[in-house]
């Protein structure tokens, strides 16, 4: 009785990790990206913990676009005793006095965007709070100025030239420069839409990940279950076999 107590507390405890892996995500939160920026310019994203999350210790991973570079990153939570910065492998490490709870700012990082830059760019955060977990990531797009900008060059020097022609050419002219301005804004509503389709990609990725955690969870729950079942059962019948022995001996007497 004493092993299959052991094994029965063994299984719990296995139980017990694999819930709190599974309840156990941090939500994040990215400010600094808002704004349209320039090639060469620097973009500061401030990355925050909305709830809060008590741990010794926090990893942060950055991936971007090949347009993109890491000029620094600095995990700026209070109360750590070690932290450190690898810039080769953009990876931020701290440690903290002891278990603290975490909430708010955790890390502010300088995003360098490239002169040759085109199309698209992101970058993607990954922070761990436990290095036997899989972590949270978010995805966080760089809105550069590119394309929309000659638009608007030429819609000025369409509009100087119509001064010095007479009132027939500005009435053209005007149209002209209204469709080129409602092309622009629905190019800007593209870009738009698409960088929100890829947030909308990593949280549906999450909740995906979050559901594949909770079925192994219910799997180790049923598992445990069948366990204390069988345990039971066999008890029953060595109470039936003893009390069978007990009475083919009061028979023989």
Known sequence: MKKLFSL???????????????????KLDVTGNEKTVEKGDTVTLTLSVKESVKTASVA?????????????CEITASDTKLKAFDKE??????????????????????????????????????????????GSAINVPI???GENSGNTDSQSSSSSSSK?????????NNTSSKDSSS?????????????????TTVGTAKANHTKIQLMV?????????????????????KKAKSENKEKTKDDKK
């Open 8 to 26: 029965l507390v063994c299984l719990i405890l296995i139980l017990g990790l694999s819930l709190n892996v599974a309840a156990d995500s941090v």
């Open 60 to 72: 942060l991973s950055i991936e971007h676009t090949s347009g993109l570079s890491v000029a620094s």
């Open 89 to 134: 492998k953009n990876n931020a490490v701290a440690a903290f006095e002891g278990e603290k709870d975490i909430k708010g700012e955790l890390a502010v990082i300088k995003i360098k965007v490239d002169k040759s830059s085109s199309g698209k760019q992101s970058v993607d955060l990954l922070v761990k709070t436990n290095p036997k977990e899989t």
């Open 143 to 145: 809105k550069i100025k």
């Open 164 to 172: 010095s022609e007479d009132t027939s050419s500005k009435s053209s």
């Open 183 to 199: 092309k622009t804004e629905k190019n800007d509503e593209g870009i738009n839409s698409d960088s929100n389709s890829d947030t």
């Open 217 to 237: 969870a219910v799997c180790i729950c049923i598992f445990v279950f069948l366990i204390i079942f069988m345990i039971i059962l066999v008890s029953i019948k």
